[in-house]
């Protein structure tokens, strides 16, 4: 499937009325470039073209569709967005009533006879249109910034949209609904309980539910505290660096501090090591485990002395119980003995004898780094290195001390907020630690706010319920559905993330080359290494970079709308981003503004042959002189815009100077 934009009309809305068509000989340029000055409508242009596709507008608020009517102008606003679907022409209308507050739809798709009045687009669009997959084709600097903020979940929510996961969701949604319905339905077998138990599942439901928003609030909370304390930290960092005789010492105590975390990390990492062999653990375990080993060679186990034992048994008098020992007795000591210690018991022992032998053997000079001693060395380097971090920790705190003596109040409230905020994750940290905790000894599962007891319950209900019902088959079949549809919910996230990981990082690695980040991992939001942010710059690039390594994965083809395509970033990065964009998609919008073309647009002409270049703003009286520099055709003029179609234009367009001149000449 190919979606493209070929254009779009807007009548009586707060953006300018304007009919735009970007098909140059029934073909839509690969780039396109709309240059509106701010204050246009180019957000506004976006949100109309956001909810003519999905369809959204429909469950506005009256006070919503009245927001977009110009002043007090007009009954009504229209928008239309025309595209192409595999080069058919789709068209959907967007009509507000502001006298109603009421908005409606109009389409026109191939096969449908003509106009209806309702909102509709082919069933092979259908899914492409939903909300969650549209932001990641009309793209904003917001949404970049979104997918590092640790209080968001949009780099997940960008994942499950590629691969459609909600699909999934909705389907383990559905088999558990059809469960729930047809016991209900089953009314033949109900005790006198059942309505008990039901109710009581349903409590139960209600009380997941509302824990699990309590267990997303509080995660979205540390990230956020998080995301506010490291830039307090930043700050105050900023602040220390521009005091000269305390800049110094800070960059000293923050490498010593740096060197410390590493450190501390490595020998961490170690201890784990090597606590996880049993071992390790105590002293007296390594002996015991070798008396345990020479106990099995010294009765020759697992060899066949198994085997002579019992002929040697039937041969005495007496069995070892004392009682006598008869033909029967011996036959069946006979018949029996072949079960003890078969051939895998001995190969169990043998293994069991050459890994106490290989773990536990002295290592000559090397002895500290063996078993128990090495646990107790590693724990010691341990300690000193969370000490040498505690103390260039505490440098730093001393500077700051020493400057808010000195009167610097800002960052005393700098100092206090981020002791505020720590303290407030740290209750958000205990409050996730019990709703994930494993709720051993906590039977009351009403009250309880463990989601493993909650869930476990309600597990029993339905388990209880099925057996009265006598759908116990019915719910272990939409068990097992919904089972293997969640695990293959995971098993995607957990894989595509793993595959988008390396390709956004190997285009970082090309698109800010003076200025390296790495992605350390896609876990709700996208984290990075070394780093808790990021700068506008760096955030607008590892926004494009997600997306490309997203959009680039499927077989579909889609247009890229993107507001401000180089806003912040320097012209280095400019032209990176220049030369990938248009390799990203099969076409390519921007609505730019003139300050963002130094860079950008000598790279995309670089990349593409045909670019199509439009410059759109308002009729005021501070742009009545770009009138007089109109090209002498190429340009569509309304009651209150001017749409001009020229490469010359759009490169010479400078509103600011123009407005400035105006007011020097008034």
């Known amino acids: 499937m190919r979606i493209e934009i070929a254009g779009w009309e807007s009548e009586g809305l707060r953006c300018p009325d304007v009919s735009v068509d970007l098909r140059r000989d029934g073909r839509v340029p690969r780039v396109s ?261 020479d106990n099995l060679d010294r009765v020759r186990l697992p060899e066949n002395t198994s085997a002579q034992f ?34 895998d018991d001995s190969g169990v022992i043998n293994a069991l004898k050459q890994d106490i032998s290989r773990y536990t053997e002295d290592p000559g000079d090397a002895k500290e780094d063996a078993g128990y001693e090495r646990v107790v060395r590693l724990r010691k380097e341990l300690t000193e290195a969370v000490r040498r971090e505690w103390l260039a920790g505490q440098r730093v705190r001393v500077l700051m001390d020493r400057l808010i003596e000195a009167g610097d109040k800002e960052l005393e409230a700098w100092q206090a907020e981020v002791a505020s905020k720590e303290e407030r994750a740290k209750e958000c940290q205990r409050l996730v630690d019990e709703i994930e905790g494993l709720g051993v000894g906590d039977p009351n599962a009403e009250r309880s706010k463990r989601l493993r007891v909650i869930r476990r319950e309600i597990g029993k209900l339905n388990d209880r319920i099925a057996q009265i019902e006598g759908t116990v088959r019915l719910r272990s079949q939409t068990q097992l559905i919904a089972s293997l549809l969640d695990d293959a919910t995971e098993r995607a996230r957990t894989t595509i993330k793993a595959e988008l990981l390396e390709e956004c990082n190997s285009r970082l690695s090309v698109i800010l080359e003076n200025d390296p980040l790495t992605i350390d991992r896609i876990d709700r939001s996208i984290r990075l290494r070394g780093q808790r ?101 190429g340009y569509t003029e309304t009651d209150n815009a001017v749409l001009v179609e020229d490469r010359g234009y759009f490169l010479g367009f400078d509103i600011e100077e123009e407005e400035e001149n105006a007011v020097q000449a008034s």
């Open 310 to 343: 019992f002929e040697e048994l039937v041969e005495e008098e007496d069995c070892i119980c004392g009682r006598p020992m008869d033909e029967a007795a011996s036959e069946e000591i006979r018949a029996r003995a072949e079960r003890y210690l078969d051939a």
């Open 533 to 633: 942010g990021a700068s506008a710059g760096q955030t607008l690039a590892i926004g494009y970079t997600f997306l490309m390594s997203v959009l680039n994965r499927g077989q579909n083809d889609f247009p890229l709308v993107v507001d401000s395509p180089a806003g912040p970033i320097d012209k280095g990065v400019r032209r990176r981003i220049g030369q990938l964009l248009p390799t990203l998609c099969s076409q390519f919008l921007g609505f730019t503004i003139n300050t963002e073309r130094e860079g950008f647009v000598d790279a995309l002409e670089s990349t593409v042959d045909e670019i199509a270049y439009l410059t759109l703003f308002r009729k005021t009286p501070g742009t009545r002189r770009m009138m007089d520099a109109l090209p002498q055709s």
């Open 33 to 293: 470039l709309v240059q509106m000055p701010n204050g246009t409508g180019k957000t506004t242009t976006l949100e109309l073209l956001n909810a003519a596709l999905s369809g959204s507008a429909q469950k506005w608020r009256p006070e919503q569709v009245r927001a977009y009517r110009r002043g007090r102008e007009g009954a009504a606003g229209r928008f239309k967005a025309n595209l192409l679907a595999d080069g058919k022409p789709l068209a959907i209308e967007l009509l507000l009533d502001y006298s109603t507050g009421q908005a409606s739809y109009r389409s026109t798709s191939p096969g449908s006879g003509g106009i209806v009045p309702v909102y509709r687009v082919p069933p092979s669009m259908d899914r492409f249109f939903r909300p969650e997959f549209l932001r990641l084709f009309i793209f904003d600097g917001e949404f970049a910034g979104r997918l590092l903020d640790g209080g968001q979940t949009e780099a997940d929510q960008v994942v499950d949209a590629l691969c459609q996961v909600y699909l999934l969701k909705d389907a383990a949604s559905f088999a558990r609904d059809y469960w729930e319905t047809e016991s209900r339905a089953d009314t033949t077998r109900t005790e006198a309980g059942l309505g008990r138990l039901r109710d009581k599942r349903d409590r139960l439901v209600a009380r997941e539910a509302r824990v699990a928003d309590e267990l997303d609030g509080a995660k979205a909370e540390i990230g956020a505290l998080s995301k506010a304390v490291g830039e307090l930290r930043e700050k105050i960092r900023q602040r220390i660096d521009n005091v000269a005789e305390t800049r110094g010492q800070r960059d000293e105590a923050e490498s010593e501090r740096g060197a410390a975390q590493s450190d501390v990390a490595e020998r961490r990492a170690k201890l784990m090591t090597a606590l996880r062999l049993p071992h390790a653990i105590h002293p007296e375990l390594a002996g015991r485990l070798k008396e345990l080993r």
